[in-house]
């Protein structure tokens, strides 16, 4: 089992910055990649970032230069950091792990909410 815990959602104006954080623990040596996704209300679950233990790296369009995500494999955290952030990133953000037997998990989400 994996277990994901996030941190560093909150309220922030346009235009503000947020870093994201997420620890995992358990079970992460099977563990190929890590990222992030986000739900706003009313809308399906989309990715945000993802990264490979190998650091290859995949982004949405939407957030492509204003967003990084990173991680350390030594402590199985990843991070996102999001500038020129806009009101259309305000949405529950969820941490995510997938392993190589093809299991996924998710944190538990945390609220970001960008005013105008």
């Known amino acids: 089992q994996v277990q994901l815990v996030e941190s560093g959602g909150g309220l922030v104006q346009a235009g503000g910055s947020l870093r994201l954080s997420c620890a995992g623990s358990?079970?992460?040596?099977?563990?190929?990649?890590m990222g992030w996704y986000r739900q706003a209300p009313g809308k399906q679950r989309e990715l945000v970032a993802s990264i490979t233990n190998g650091g290859r790296i995949n982004y949405a369009d939407s957030v492509k230069g204003r967003f990084t995500i990173s991680r350390d494999n030594a402590k199985n955290t990843v991070s996102l950091q999001m500038n020129s952030l806009k009101p259309e990133d305000t949405a529950v953000y969820y941490c995510n792990a997938d392993n190589v037997y093809g299991s996924t998990w998710w944190g538990q989400g945390t609220q970001v909410t960008v005013s105008s």
């Open positions: 358990g079970s992460f040596f099977s563990i190929t990649a």
